[in-house]
DNA sequence: ATTTTGACTAAATGAACATTTTGGTCATTT
DNA sequence: AAATGACCAAAATGTTCATTTAGTCAAAAT
């Protein structure tokens, strides 16, 4: 890949997770990137073009830190739980994720709102292939993977980030706990 | 209860399911329930107030809606199904609070979100007393009677109103199944 | 020839100001 | 003693206008 196209991508993503989407100018990206503003524009076609392809490597990062949380050894109950645990650590961690969580919440910038759902949808889908992926080995009975992979995302969420509004945090621990006892007993045979 | 009091409740709460809260002004609220404005201030020390005091009769409504869905005969799993599908139907079907929730999902509010924030914990707190009353008696083992409600309220948010934003609804009784397979298959002894 | 650039433009933003609306009060009426 | 609506301060809304910014493109650099 070209070298300024990586400078570019470097430089965008820095300044999205220290300022925000809406907050960084193409003439501040080019900038950092040491790079001629209309350089951007051979490479991405829009402003919001950059947002999504670093989203879209995001989701690949995502994607493979679970799979390393994964242990073909282990249970399926073991594993999903690891690799959302793995999917939410990084969400709470990462800095830009963070920052363009915070500026939906705050400001609600559309290209944001839409590109951190398709984040969302992605994680549920790829929860889905691991539960499509068992259903085949019949380690876990049959059910509706896209419907299970939803729920358990949900529940996640509500666990991770719900919860914390009114109440203590919850341990990884004792989420796991959770998570077990409330969602998995009812699937496993 | 003064003759007035009721007439101004009823006026408020007819322009607010009409018009929204923030579209609907004092003046409106006086003219329709054929009262002086300062008569108003005489019952409520403002419109936030004004507002309180009819969600507060909401949630009293929805409780006892909720609780006639209650069978003794049946089983706490059954009936604490029962309970959340008549909240979770009366959220759906009643006139204000769909006006409500659309108007914080669409301006936000700070008034109304606050208090759609309240009926949320008090509806979650009620199904902690179920919980609770079920413990005690011995019908489900111990748990964490708020967490479990505060899940239990999440995945029926999950399962009728966020499934629906990418999916086909689910039918009650699917969702009946799905609570049950999910989430009640671990608590029952 | 191909890539890179930054001055340029049209559109968006927001600061500053004028105008209107509205929640809440209170002197007056009933 | 209860009810009212004219009144007021403050908030919301509309308007104007200068500044900023995403995206373009003719020219410069390689």
Redesign the interface.
């Known amino acids: 890949m070209s070298e300024k196209r990586k400078q570019i991508i470097e430089a965008a993503a820095k300044s999205f997770s220290l300022f925000g989407y809406k907050a960084t100018t193409m003439d501040q990206v080019a900038k950092m990137a040491n790079v001629g503003k209309g350089t951007i524009y051979t490479f991405f076609k829009s402003k919001e073009e950059l947002l999504e392809e670093i989203v879209s490597s995001i989701i690949s990062e995502i994607k493979r830190e679970a799979d390393v949380a994964i242990d073909q050894r282990l249970s399926f109950n073991e594993n999903v739980q690891r690799a959302l645990q793995r999917i939410f650590t990084f969400r709470k961690e990462h800095e830009l994720t963070i920052k363009l969580l915070q500026e939906v919440r705050d400001i609600g910038t559309p290209a944001v709102r839409d590109v951190m759902k398709r984040l969302d949808?992605e994680m549920i889908a790829y929860v889905r292939e691991k539960i499509e992926e068992a259903m085949t080995k019949g380690e876990i009975r049959s059910?509706d993977a896209?419907?299970?992979a939803?729920?358990m995302f949900?529940?996640y969420i509500?666990?991770n980030v719900?919860?914390e509004k009114?109440?203590e945090p919850l341990s990884q621990q004792k989420i796991a706990e959770?998570f077990h006892?409330?969602?998995?007993?009812?699937?496993s045979r």
């Open positions: 949808r059910c896209e419907l299970t939803f729920l949900k529940m509500a666990l719900d919860w009114e109440h959770l006892l409330y969602l998995l007993k009812g699937l």
